[in-house]
């Protein structure tokens, strides 16, 4: 599979914009494990590789042990591998980025607030949003993930 264009280089202001998203995301307050946990499962679910390769990567070099890690998409079945926070954000993050078919119940919302305060979890779910555009992107011009240059 050949990328079909380079879209950072097409729209530099465009993906500017997404990185400034991307560095507010980043200074939230969230914890950086839980976001990179979010952002893998978010791209797990649309089936970008570009950004698994990236966010698994990015979770290895900050120490996420390989078993948790191969664990991302069954987090439900792992046990307490995940902490409740990153239960609640990972739970929050597959029906908000399945939205057309979830509709986002009023039970998945009681239960990320529970577990998040306003802010929290308005950041969380700027992320969500940020990693389903980056996996659009990926997909739609097949960016060629690391793993797969070579």
Not at 13 to 35: D, E, F, H, N, T
Not at 84 to 99: D, G, I, Q, S
Request: charge should be neutral.
């Amino acid at each position: 599979m050949s990328q079909r264009m380079n879209y950072n280089t097409a729209s530099p202001s465009g993906m500017k914009a997404l990185g400034g998203v991307y560095g507010y995301v980043a200074q939230s307050g969230l914890p950086a494990r839980l976001i990179d946990l979010v952002y893998l499962r978010v791209s797990q679910i649309n089936g970008c590789a570009y950004c698994i390769d990236m966010h698994s990567r990015d979770l290895l070099r900050a120490g996420l042990p390989v078993e948790h890690l191969v664990l991302v998409p069954v987090w439900r079945e792992a046990g307490d591998t995940f902490g409740e926070k990153e239960r609640a954000a990972l739970a929050w993050a597959e029906t908000v980025t399945r939205v057309a078919d979830t509709g986002v119940p009023d039970e998945a919302y009681r239960a990320a607030a529970a577990a998040f305060g306003q802010k929290e979890l308005a950041d969380l779910t700027i992320a969500i949003g940020l990693m389903n555009a980056f996996n659009r992107m990926a997909i739609s011009f097949r960016a060629t993930p690391s793993a797969a240059r070579g």
